[in-house]
């Protein structure tokens, strides 16, 4: 009995990153692609825009305001100045990390 092949979609199907986490890049790149094909009218499954879905509960964006919402409080002002990097599209690097970057 032959088996039917998933279909393939637009965001990499069976692609993992190692940690599970996505890059915010990657859910950028998804959300244009899924606009653009709208855009031109084309069909679009129930399957591709659940893996939509499925990848920005993934990306990082999520992963780290779970970190804020579910980590220690004396972790929770670095973590959601972390988070507030990511929305923003910034990198927010401490002291210490860039006294190291310096020196080096």
């Given at each position: 009995?032959?088996?039917?092949?998933?279909?393939t979609t637009l965001?990499?199907?069976?692609?993992?990153?190692?940690?599970?986490?996505?890059?915010?890049?990657?859910?950028?790149?998804?959300?244009?692609?899924?606009?653009?094909?709208?855009?031109?009218?084309?069909?679009?499954?129930?399957?591709?825009?659940?893996?939509?879905?499925?990848?920005?509960?993934?990306?990082?964006?999520?992963?780290?305001?779970?970190?804020?919402?579910?980590?220690?409080?004396?972790?929770?002002v670095r973590r959601?100045?972390?988070?507030?990097?990511?929305?923003?599209?910034?990198?927010?690097?401490?002291?210490?990390?860039?006294?190291?970057?310096?020196?080096?």
């Amino acid at each position: 009995m032959a088996t039917k092949r998933p279909e393939t979609t637009l965001f990499g199907h069976g692609v993992q990153p190692e940690n599970g986490v996505v890059p915010l890049e990657n859910v950028h790149a998804a959300a244009a692609a899924l606009l653009h094909r709208v855009a031109e009218g084309g069909e679009i499954s129930i399957s591709v825009l659940r893996e939509f879905a499925g990848l920005v509960l993934r990306s990082e964006l999520v992963e780290a305001s779970r970190q804020v919402l579910e980590g220690p409080p004396e972790f929770a002002v670095r973590r959601a100045l972390e988070l507030a990097s990511l929305v923003l599209g910034v990198r927010v690097v401490d002291d210490a990390e860039e006294g190291k970057e310096g020196a080096g």
